[in-house]
């Protein structure tokens, strides 16, 4: 079992930056594949960024050269970098977290998590 918690939204103009931070449970963070998502209300869930155990860093083209995600195994911490934000930026911001299990397909579909933390508000102003 995994617990995440989220942290760091807030209301930002466009153009400026935000730090999301996302905090999770257990010793064996450092195997878990780390993603971030998001949601805005009547939409569905999108994928942001992800990062492997390796640290391999994957990202939506929507957020590609404005968003940064990153990890620290020793602290069991996954960051989101957010600048020149937008307002489609706008949305909760979820953590999720994957288990090492068979075959990763694809760190962008969210049905590939297993675990999934409460979410933080986002919200860019113009």
């Known amino acids: 079992q995994v617990q995440l918690v989220e942290s760091g939204g807030g209301l930002v103009q466009a153009g400026g930056s935000l730090r999301l931070s996302c905090a999770a449970s257990?010793?064996?963070?450092?195997?878990?594949?780390m993603g971030w998502f998001r949601q805005a209300p009547g939409k569905d869930r999108e994928f942001v960024a992800a990062i492997r155990s390796g640290g391999r860093p994957i990202y939506a083209d929507s957020v590609k050269g404005r968003f940064t995600i990153s990890r620290d195994n020793a602290k069991n911490t996954v960051s989101l970098q957010m600048n020149s934000l937008k307002p489609e930026d706008t949305a909760v911001y979820y953590c999720a977290a994957r288990t090492p299990r068979g075959i990763f397909y694809s760190s962008s579909y969210y049905s590939e998590y297993d675990y999934w933390g409460q979410g933080t508000q986002v919200t860019v102003s113009s």
């Open positions: 257990g010793r064996t963070f450092s195997s878990y594949a």
